[in-house]
């Protein structure tokens, strides 16, 4: 039977961080008057609210994927703000019934690892997606899979913005509605989720799988001791 770890006590850290929770949001248009863009600004403002420290990702500039280096500029920005955060915000239009490229391409510049280190693993993920048309969930629930490849802990609630043209004033505020108060509740779960897990990311994320020695390791542990 494999070691068993501490399944318990290991939820309670035994400190607890005291800076603000950092949020790095991701928005998928280029256009001058972009929707998810607008939307992404409307949650940052409401992250800072509640107390978040915030980065938003300008994707203008950022090359397609495997087109150019890890080290380009844009490339290593991004980069440095997926480790730098504690929590992520993707927002996206809904594009013939996906995602758009400009959203996919800034999650495929995020690698699974980074030497010894994985960027995303275990920290919080919030997916909202924004639509010209009637409400629709498809970028949504590409989002979840893509968190999950990730290893994201995506929250449960999520935010899909029907009409977005009729939602958003001359200013680019979001006017009051449902769908205003979807996002108040999205960024509020956040951070419930992120300031709960942050701590214990490591622990939560944790494999046995990855613990596990592989049978040559194994046998030469074994044989050393038999010596």
């Not at 420290?53 to 150019?68: A, H, K």
Request: overall charge neutral; hydrophobic content about 40%; some cysteine.
């Amino acid at each position: 039977m494999p070691e068993t770890p501490n399944l318990v006590d290991a939820l309670v850290p035994a400190r607890r961080s005291s800076h603000a929770p950092r949020i790095l949001i991701l928005y998928g248009s280029l256009r001058e008057r972009s929707y998810s863009r607008l939307a992404a600004e409307e949650a940052a403002r409401i992250l800072e609210r509640f107390g978040a420290e915030i980065r938003v990702f300008d994707p203008r500039d950022l090359p397609l994927p495997d087109s150019v280096e890890a080290d380009h500029p844009k490339v290593a920005e991004l980069r440095a703000l997926v480790e730098w955060c504690e929590g992520m915000v993707w927002s996206s239009p809904e594009r013939h019934g996906a995602m758009t490229a400009i959203m996919k391409a800034q999650i495929d510049w995020i690698p699974l690892s980074l030497g010894s280190v994985r960027p995303t693993q275990g920290k919080t993920l919030a997916v909202m997606q924004v639509s010209g048309g009637s409400q629709s969930f498809n970028t949504v629930n590409q989002l979840r899979v893509l968190g999950r490849w990730m290893r994201l802990l995506t929250i449960p609630n999520q935010s899909s913005i029907a009409r977005a043209w009729a939602e958003f004033d001359e200013a680019g505020r979001m006017k009051p509605s449902p769908y205003y108060d979807r996002i108040v509740d999205v960024m509020e779960e956040l951070m419930k989720f992120t300031l709960l897990t942050r701590d214990i990311r490591g622990h939560l994320a944790d494999r046995y799988s990855e613990r596990k020695e592989s049978h040559a390791e194994l046998s030469t542990r074994v044989n050393l001791k038999t010596l």
